[in-house]
């Protein structure tokens, strides 16, 4: 597995269990994460093996969001038929998507920052996979979801439940407070197509696991996610896809939450207020 990723400061790195090289030390003439992204999607990304510099454990960098700028944020809702049970809601017959404004978005570490009780009293953290998107395309089909997808990411995503309980049409508010999308260090590039179905996505809030779930168990698997989705409008090199979450738990200011996908990566934020 390869990982494209960038420090806090904004420097652009490639690397693997190993550790990390500047990207430019791999490919010379990219800048930056984004524009490697098509590579990532293609599998023409350097080996960081070639690279002159030497790898630098990825503990000795503090790393911010992957990419400076995503591009669409895609959620999706009820997508493990259990997580629907629990909301009491009926399984829905195609993705139950959404959409999240870009300034939800805060890197691994967040902080998670809850809004004012005044606002909402219950806000719940829920743990995903997301898909980055690595080519410009529409009208994809199942199969070649390899060929346009550049890489994967955990992401704690949150939602205001109190506000979305009220009333299902306020589901954007209630998605949509600043922090409520904490995205991983790394995006995992995998150099050959990943079989996702027996990975574990889990949800850990202060060390103990609320909910965990295989992705083989989603009602719609990321395949069909970005085909549907790449009927309805065209999808670009940084758009990402939260394919929902197997439970979700409350959180509370002074909590630590992580979420996990197996064989990705994980991403921890600690909650304020």
């Not at 790195?13 to 550790?19: A, H, Q, S």
């Not at 400076?68 to 959620?75: I, S, T, Y």
């Not at 996979?129 to 955990?154: H, I, N, Q």
């Not at 589901?171 to 407070?177: D, E, I, V």
Request: proline share 10%; aromatic share 6%.
């Amino acid at each position: 597995m390869n990982y494209l990723a960038r420090t806090a400061s904004g420097r652009p790195l490639l690397g693997d269990e190993e550790g990390f090289v500047p990207l430019s030390a791999v490919e010379s003439d990219l800048d930056s994460v984004r524009e490697a992204l098509p590579r990532a999607a293609a599998g023409t990304l350097g080996d960081v093996a070639d690279a002159p510099a030497e790898r630098v454990p990825a503990d000795d960098f503090t790393f911010g969001p992957p990419l400076e700028q995503f591009g669409k944020l895609w959620g999706i809702g009820l997508n493990y038929a259990e997580h629907a049970g629990d909301l009491d809601e009926q399984r829905p017959d195609e993705p139950a998507s959404f959409m999240k404004p870009s300034t939800v978005l805060t890197g691994p570490g967040g902080p998670i920052r809850l809004p004012p009780e005044s606002q909402s009293e219950r806000v719940t953290a829920e743990a995903e996979l997301a898909v980055v998107m690595g080519k410009t395309c529409r009208g994809v089909s199942e199969a070649e979801f390899d060929d346009v997808v550049a890489g994967y990411l955990p992401v704690i995503d949150m939602t205001a439940e109190d506000v979305l309980q009220r009333n299902p049409r306020f589901l954007t508010r209630a998605k949509s407070y600043d922090t409520f999308l904490v995205v991983g260090p790394a995006i995992a590039v995998p150099e050959e197509p990943l079989d996702l179905t027996e990975l574990t996505v889990s949800t850990a809030v202060n060390g103990e696991v609320r909910s965990e779930n295989r992705i083989r168990n989603m009602l719609f698997p990321p395949e069909e996610i970005v085909s549907f989705h790449s009927d309805v409008m065209t999808l670009e090199p940084g758009d990402l896809f939260s394919t929902g979450t197997p439970g979700a738990a409350p959180i509370e200011p002074g909590d630590d939450v992580r979420a996990t996908v197996e064989g990705i990566g994980s991403v921890g934020a600690p909650v304020t207020r």
